[in-house]
């Protein structure tokens, strides 16, 4: 079978269920559906490569994949390989999307139409928990809404504040350089999350941190709603211990039954134990797809 270039990691409604997925390239994009219950099997090939850029929908070439109602992937026109990162320096410099995920509210370094749209958009700086000690605070569009904290594979999680997109960046930014809250977290911290159950100190912890915010920026436009649960949508199994890691290497193959995905972590039964492969790790490299025998498999492949 040929190779696909793993482009990115997705979750997406599929059936009205939220499912983790990979978006691949070879000549055309195709999403990997990875549904709890089905079989995958694949190779691994050497060398890392440019996945390409991401743009406005109405500037995507036919026929490219639309992520969003405005955002496309665009493949790397020279399949650059790449040592580090995702995108080689042409694509990196032709993405529209990257000035926004750097954005401190300060000064835009977006497109003009992405700044008129920034600034005529609703946005919201959030919470979300990963457990009892780790409480990120993060932006996110209305339109992004739950999709940004699944993606990330957050517990728990609510909006606090509101503005337009320049407004919530100064704020996120404020927020963490005066108390000093997470951003972003290892892989280590999200592992815990797979296996240890979600326990009352994880309210505790959001309550605590959002009473600090309200204390320490009184004058910032405040948003209310209840807190959200996220984890029945991973639908995780109960597990009796921390699951092994599966590494990525040139050339390896990796088989076994997709248990379920929170964020980019995967949960795959190998050899009857289970393991979590952080799909990140596969984005800007090639595999290879092995045909799975047996019963109950599924096609884990669809064209767009």
Same mark, same amino acid.
């Given at each position: 079978m040929q190779s696909r270039l793993v482009s990115a990691v997705e979750w997406w409604k599929k059936n009205r269920r939220w499912v983790c997925s990979l978006i691949c390239y070879n000549g055309e994009f195709s999403q990997m559906w990875l549904e709890a219950g089905s079989e995958l099997s694949f190779k691994v090939n050497p060398?890392?490569?440019c996945v390409g850029y991401a743009t406005t929908s109405s500037r995507a070439s036919a026929p490219q994949v639309a992520l969003e109602p405005w955002k496309a992937y665009e493949p790397c026109r020279v399949r650059a390989p790449i040592t580090k990162g995702y995108k080689c320096s042409s694509c990196s410099q032709a993405d529209t999307v990257l000035p926004c995920l750097i954005c401190d509210g300060v000064k835009c370094l977006a497109e003009p139409g992405r700044q008129r749209s920034c600034k005529d958009a609703t946005a919201y700086v959030y919470m979300a928990s990963f457990g009892?000690?780790?409480?990120?605070?993060?932006?996110?569009?209305? $339109?992004r809404i739950p999709h940004r904290w699944i993606e990330q594979g957050a517990n728990l999680a609510k909006r606090i504040m509101m503005g337009n997109g320049m407004d919530v960046r100064r704020f996120e930014a404020t927020i963490h350089k005066s108390l000093n809250v997470l951003s972003g977290?290892?892989? $280590?911290? @999200?592992v815990d999350t797979m296996w240890k159950a979600?326990? %009352? @100190?994880?309210?505790?912890? /959001?309550?605590?941190?959002?009473?600090?915010?309200?204390?320490r920026f009184p004058d910032f436009p405040a948003y209310h709603e209840a807190l959200q649960d996220l984890s029945p949508i991973y639908a995780l199994p109960s =597990?009796?211990?921390?699951?092994? @890691?599966v590494?990525?290497? %040139?050339?390896?193959?990796?088989t076994g039954t997709v248990m379920g995905a929170k964020g980019a972590l995967l949960? /795959?039964?190998?050899?009857?134990?289970?393991?979590?492969?952080? =799909? %990140?790790?596969?984005?800007g490299r090639k595999i290879t797809l092995n045909t799975v025998e047996g019963t109950g498999s599924q096609r884990? /492949?669809?064209e767009f």
């Amino acid at each position: 079978m040929q190779s696909r270039l793993v482009s990115a990691v997705e979750w997406w409604k599929k059936n009205r269920r939220w499912v983790c997925s990979l978006i691949c390239y070879n000549g055309e994009f195709s999403q990997m559906w990875l549904e709890a219950g089905s079989e995958l099997s694949f190779k691994v090939n050497p060398g890392r490569y440019c996945v390409g850029y991401a743009t406005t929908s109405s500037r995507a070439s036919a026929p490219q994949v639309a992520l969003e109602p405005w955002k496309a992937y665009e493949p790397c026109r020279v399949r650059a390989p790449i040592t580090k990162g995702y995108k080689c320096s042409s694509c990196s410099q032709a993405d529209t999307v990257l000035p926004c995920l750097i954005c401190d509210g300060v000064k835009c370094l977006a497109e003009p139409g992405r700044q008129r749209s920034c600034k005529d958009a609703t946005a919201y700086v959030y919470m979300a928990s990963f457990g009892p000690t780790f409480v990120k605070v993060g932006v996110a569009r209305q $339109s992004r809404i739950p999709h940004r904290w699944i993606e990330q594979g957050a517990n728990l999680a609510k909006r606090i504040m509101m503005g337009n997109g320049m407004d919530v960046r100064r704020f996120e930014a404020t927020i963490h350089k005066s108390l000093n809250v997470l951003s972003g977290l290892r892989t $280590s911290m @999200k592992v815990d999350t797979m296996w240890k159950a979600q326990t %009352k @100190k994880e309210t505790f912890a /959001l309550a605590n941190m959002e009473e600090q915010i309200r204390q320490r920026f009184p004058d910032f436009p405040a948003y209310h709603e209840a807190l959200q649960d996220l984890s029945p949508i991973y639908a995780l199994p109960s =597990l009796n211990r921390q699951p092994l @890691k599966v590494k990525i290497k %040139k050339n390896q193959q990796i088989t076994g039954t997709v248990m379920g995905a929170k964020g980019a972590l995967l949960l /795959l039964r190998v050899n009857g134990l289970p393991h979590f492969l952080n =799909l %990140k790790h596969l984005v800007g490299r090639k595999i290879t797809l092995n045909t799975v025998e047996g019963t109950g498999s599924q096609r884990v /492949l669809d064209e767009f």
